[in-house]
């Protein structure tokens, strides 16, 4: 298994390892193809995030190989079972060498704590709370408390799990990073401005989730859709980079 090291933001623009915030990209794609093609069009960047679409299509042996040859994956598969059956997952998620893996707060204390001893030293758990696709009165409608509430909640439970990060949209990033500054947080949902929002309903730019205290970054579309991916990608890298200039 390789050796895990945590590529910062400054050494894939710089060389240089001391920042502390990495960019994940989003290969929403529907083939190992495509994505194989996207890890070559973006080299010399390494940090990939694999969600539901791109893990069936290509499954487990494809994320070993790109875990294997170097690439650092996100695995974003937001478990969400009873306790016994998410700690099997996690194990065989962690046999394939990615860094981070999500799991949904929701599943409760019980499913965190099994999930969190079966991810071992190696493995980073992402505990979901509540997706940025979500509005406050989508929230109301399905009989959940705003937002920032049910986000809070949902972080304690990870904290107090010992889960290593949580993922949050940039509108809670702040008060999470405040409270439980030692969790990691992930921001998903990040769009440079001028950019569409697509199917997100809490957004944010890189610079303002870097600034509020997030650790990761995740930006797909802007990326992928982009006339010159590479130069988007550099974009978004010296945004958040500014933020940590100025902080």
Do not use: C, Y
């Amino acid at each position: 298994m390789k050796q895990k090291v945590r590529w910062t933001m400054a050494r894939d623009v710089n060389g240089d390892s001391k920042a502390g915030v990495t960019v994940w990209v989003a290969l929403d794609v529907p083939t190992p193809e495509e994505a194989d093609a996207w890890m070559t069009r973006l080299h010399p960047h390494h940090h990939f995030k694999v969600g539901l679409e791109l893990f069936l299509a290509a499954g487990p042996r494809a994320v070993a190989a790109w875990t294997a040859r170097g690439e650092h994956v996100f695995l974003d598969l937001k478990l969400h079972d009873i306790p016994h059956t998410v700690a099997g997952a996690v194990r065989q998620a962690r046999r394939l060498g990615v860094d981070l893996l999500t799991v949904h707060a929701a599943g409760g204390p019980a499913m965190l704590a099994a999930a969190q001893d079966a991810a071992g030293p190696a493995l980073t758990l992402a505990a979901v709370t509540v997706l940025t696709s979500l509005s406050n009165e989508v929230l109301t409608a399905m009989g959940a408390p705003p937002a920032r509430a049910w986000v809070e909640t949902l972080a304690a439970m990870a904290a107090e799990a010992g889960v290593g990060a949580a993922v949050t949209s940039g509108a809670e990033v702040m008060v999470l990073h405040r409270r439980w500054p030692t969790l990691a947080l992930v921001v998903p949902g990040v769009r440079p401005a001028g950019t569409p929002v697509g199917d997100q309903a809490r957004v944010v730019s890189p610079a303002n989730a870097v600034a509020a205290g997030a650790a990761h970054l995740v930006v797909g579309r802007p990326v992928l859709t982009a006339g010159e991916p590479l130069a988007a990608l550099a974009a978004i890298k010296s945004d958040a980079m500014g933020a940590m200039a100025h902080a």
